[in-house]
């Protein structure tokens, strides 16, 4: 599945842009304002499908028109937040002048890890310092609007159970199934994407797939050996009405981000 985080950085990219370009600012995001942040204007699809109409004259704009617009553009996409050095700054910006040239560079396997880094990076900034929800009695659609605004932020597809996911190739087609003992590393967090969960996360531990909580299962049974997966967990598939972990808020969405290294089959451990 091709990830949408190229997107999303783009989609970051032109929302100033869009503004200053005299298009009504959209909330498609139900009340997010941080995700409606990395969505385009609802016409950009729109225009982006017509033909291409002549570029306008720009002469009547000074040099530092264009500077400022850059300036503008980073700080909105939050590039200077990423921990980038200086050669790898200058790198991205040798793409976007390939871009522009009509010489792309292709996307091949380290340019594809990195871009669903950088989004995920991106939606943890994004969400720093949003207001925290509480999850104890849930309003009525919260759920819903939540999920709705998570799936556009990470590119996330939904299952019938209600799971959300963005599972990345692996090396092979080895995919876990229950009886299983799989070698995994899970790094948790809170609904908002950032607060991170110790208690339930873990580097390379060998688990047996019947021990996951029911999101997990069926999420990890997307995945083959070497790829990496986010999952966005409804309370209904994590921990339900059952005991929740200490410094875990009951009935909150999980977000989960899953590589699996390994998996030995039932029966042959």
């Known amino acids: 599945m091709k990830t949408s985080a190229t997107r999303v950085i783009w989609s970051l990219m032109l929302a100033p842009a869009l503004g200053a370009f005299g298009a009504e600012p959209q909330n498609v995001s139900g009340g997010d304002e941080a995700t409606a942040a990395v969505q385009p204007s609802p016409g950009l699809a729109a225009a982006a499908a017509r033909p291409a109409a002549p570029a306008a004259p720009t002469q009547e704009y000074p040099l530092y028109a264009f500077s400022a617009l850059g300036s503008t553009l980073e700080q909105t996409g939050h590039f200077g937040e990423l921990g980038w050095n200086e050669a790898q700054f200058n790198a991205f910006l040798d793409g976007l002048r390939a871009a522009y040239q009509g010489k792309a560079f292709t996307m091949d396997e380290s340019a594809q890890r990195l871009s669903v880094d950088v989004a995920r990076r991106i939606g943890e900034i994004t969400a720093h310092g949003r207001p925290q929800t509480s999850w104890a009695s849930p309003q009525k659609g919260q759920l819903e609007g939540y999920f709705r605004g998570m799936e556009k932020r990470l ?108 998996v030995t089959a039932f029966g042959t451990q």
Do not use: C
């Open 155 to 262: 590119g996330l597809q939904a299952s019938a159970s209600g799971l959300r996911y963005n599972v990345q190739p692996g090396k092979n087609g080895v995919r876990p199934r229950p009886g299983d003992t799989i070698v995994v590393t899970v790094h948790a967090t809170g609904a908002d994407g950032t607060t991170k969960l110790p208690q339930l996360s873990a580097e390379r531990i060998s688990v047996k797939m019947n021990g996951m909580m029911p999101g997990l299962m069926e999420g990890l049974q997307m995945m083959t050996v070497g790829a990496e997966a986010v999952f966005v967990i409804p309370p209904s598939l994590s921990f339900g009405d059952k005991t929740w972990p200490d410094g875990v808020e009951r009935g909150s969405p999980l977000v989960y981000w899953v590589t699996l290294h390994d």
